[in-house]
């Protein structure tokens, strides 16, 4: 297959998007680079404090015209944004390919999800409808009403360039908020045309900001007092013990979504050949960088003969799996974001044989299509036998390694995958409702999946895992968005 | 190489399409009795085009398994759409029906093998092969 042309095709160095304007950071600067092809693609400042602190204000004086600006006319500046994003929807998807390595199939799945969330926000008018009591005492009336905040923070990881802002964004400004956005900084472009979009749309300066960065900028957004609150998704460490605490001590909302090890219970009556084909997708799909990719899998059942076929079967169609560069639409697995990734995927890897697991399938030994640098690929790679205390078994991989373990039965296995700290994205795979309600109730996961390996909430769905995967109470998308996005005013009325 | 992912398979199909439009607006240049109908299948083509990359751009998410979508040998489904020189009425609406035969066949595979897993992706597939089917009932009864 030919490669689809790349969008992004001279370097530059990307400005901060501050107030309506393209502002040139003072930070130090640094190299995207396409983990394909190990080519820079743009370069990106590392932004300082005082950058931010001149969006935060930008986003603070915009505020009060926001806020006062009706629903239906943020409404039909999200409908105009809706339209751009339709309109630019494949070089939306090409750009996250390049920068970010995933395939281009995948790509495009996230262009959509990121589109559902906008036109979800587009039904603020009724979304935010308040309500009203008539006579709480005679001639006393009560009613509640949904208020914006003020500032946002919104912080973006690197394995969702695209959508995972706009599980936030759409949200935070149609309900009357303005936000400061800071994309990764090691795939910002995707957040930059995005950005582009918005103000082609129309939003007025201040409302949409974005500061690109590191440390600097997230230290900055959790001290800010102007920021009411922060969304962030990130690794677990970080989320649980910078985010969550940081918010914590200067009085801001959060939702911190953070990692997870997801566990896939495959019963002996399942469809076998769907349920393969689905674990492929689960494991590696975008080379296993999802907080809600299947990491591990729980064979139940004391059938030795359907476990060593399933396996098999299992390793047959992961050997099959084309690597290379997801502009090649054949391609369905590209590399790992960066090198140091892929190295912490070798350490598992090695782990995993140290503790005594047993390596089917080894992905440091493949090919990667189309003959582009190996840096950052991995092959996917199985591991059968896999104790679930052991390090590989439990510990978030991030990268596309299988961990296949056994269970003897289906409390066996709900137990087992209930004992893993995280609860984000856990599933079952049979064809007996029983099994699957009997899962479904007791396996302590924020997202259960049923014969589905990707349990990844639609826009008009909460997204939000549970245990060390959630930091926070409200979750981002849908009506939970809407009410962290909002405080709620009770005014309590009555006329002499 | 098989055809696996929802990608590519649409991008086979924009290819079968296109050059079976081509070659009934050729046909129907070379044979002007049956020229409208033969234009309304090139329409036709360009529709099912539209048809199924509006459903792939609709449905596709990140709970679609875009990458594990088909199992395919494009060699199985080769057409073959270009007229000789000189070409006979009755040839030419063989190769057609040979090509809308072996689009018929890919659109049926794909639909089967897709309907797991690509939703809304497999349906339309279904729904134009059975679209060509009638097609080729339809051509053979312009050879009588």
């Known amino acids: ?496 | 190489m098989a055809l696996n992912t929802c990608s590519e398979g649409i991008s086979f199909v924009r290819e079968m399409e296109e050059a079976s439009a081509a070659l009934c607006e050729e046909m129907a240049k070379l044979f002007p009795e049956s020229a409208e109908k033969l234009q309304e299948y090139a329409k036709s083509n360009n529709k099912n085009v539209a048809n199924v990359q509006r459903t792939y751009f609709g449905v596709i998410t990140d709970g679609i398994e875009g990458c594990y979508a088909f199992n395919l040998e494009p060699e199985l489904y080769a057409i073959d759409a270009t007229l000789p020189a000189g070409v006979s009425k009755a040839d030419a609406l063989a190769k057609a029906i040979a090509v809308e035969e072996t689009m018929a066949r890919f659109y049926a595979d794909a639909g089967e093998q897709g309907k797991g897993l690509t939703a809304d992706v497999a349906r339309a597939f279904t729904m134009i092969s059975r679209k060509k089917g009638e097609r080729v009932e339809e051509l053979k009864a312009l050879c009588k």
């Not at chain 1, 689809?4 to 680079?33: A, F, M, Q």
């Not at chain 1, 943020?74 to 809706?82: A, G, Q, S």
């Not at chain 1, 706009?166 to 795939?187: D, F, M, Q």
């Not at chain 1, 978030?396 to 209930?418: H, Q, W, Y």
Request: hydrophobic share 40%; with cysteine.
């Open chain 1, 1 to 496: 297959m030919a490669l689809l042309e790349e969008p992004i095709k001279e370097v530059k160095v990307l400005k901060n998007y501050i107030n309506g304007e393209w502002v040139e950071s003072k930070g130090e600067i640094v190299d995207v680079v396409n983990p394909a092809t190990m080519k820079t693609i743009s370069k990106v400042p590392i932004s300082t404090r005082d950058e931010l602190d001149q969006a935060v204000k930008a986003a603070q004086d915009a505020y009060y015209d926001w806020r006062r600006t009706t629903p239906l006319a943020r409404t039909r500046m999200l409908f105009r944004l809706k339209e751009l994003l339709e309109e630019n929807f494949e070089k939306a998807s090409r750009i996250q390919t390049q920068e970010h390595g995933k395939c281009i199939d995948e790509s495009r799945g996230e262009s959509r999800r990121g589109i559902e969330n906008v036109e979800v926000a587009c039904g603020i008018p009724t979304l935010m409808q308040g309500y009203v009591s008539e006579d709480v005492a005679h001639g006393i009336d009560e009613y509640c009403i949904p208020t914006p905040l003020g500032v946002f923070g919104v912080i973006g990881p690197f394995n969702f360039p695209w959508m995972i802002p706009l599980w936030s964004i759409p949200y935070a400004v149609a309900t009357g908020n303005t936000v400061v956005l800071k994309p990764s900084s090691e795939v910002p472009n995707s957040q930059q045309f995005l950005a582009e979009l918005a103000e082609e749309a129309g939003f007025p300066p201040g409302v949409w900001n974005v500061v690109h960065g590191g440390r600097t900028v997230v230290g900055g957004m959790l001290e800010h007092p102007d920021i009411q609150g922060i969304t962030f998704v990130g690794s677990t460490p970080v989320a649980k013990d910078v985010i969550y605490p940081g918010c914590g001590k200067s009085g801001k909302r959060v939702i911190a979504q953070a990692g997870a090890k997801n566990f896939m219970t495959i019963m002996p009556d399942c469809a076998v050949d769907q349920t393969i084909a689905g674990m492929m997708t689960s494991f590696f799909g975008n080379a296993g960088q999802r907080c809600l990719a299947a990491a591990n899998a729980v064979v139940v059942g004391e059938d030795d003969d359907f476990y060593n076929e399933f396996v098999a079967k299992v390793v047959a169609m992961a050997k099959g799996i084309k690597v290379g560069y997801g502009l090649d639409e054949s391609i369905q697995m590209g590399p790992l974001r960066d090198v140091s990734k892929k190295q912490n995927v070798l350490k598992y890897i090695d782990l995993g044989i140290k503790e005594g697991a047993d390596l089917v399938l080894d992905g440091r030994e493949f090919t990667v299509l189309g003959g582009y640098p190996d840096d950052c690929f991995v092959g996917p790679t199985v591991f059968s036998n896999v104790d679930p205390k052991s390090r590989v078994g439990a510990e978030e991989i991030f990268g596309p390694v299988m961990s296949i373990m056994r269970a003897k039965t289906l409390d066996d296995a709900i137990r087992i995958t209930n004992e893993n700290p995280f609860g984000n994205g856990h599933s079952i795979f049979t064809q007996n409702g029983a099994h699957a309600r009997y899962f479904q109730y007791n396996v302590v996961s924020g997202n259960v999946g049923i014969n589905i390996g990707i349990t990844a909430a639609m826009a008009f769905f909460p997204f939000g895992g549970l245990k060390d995967s959630f930091f926070g109470v409200l979750h981002t998308q849908g009506k939970d968005a809407i009410r962290f996005f909002t405080d709620t005013k009770v005014v309590i009325q009555r006329w002499f």
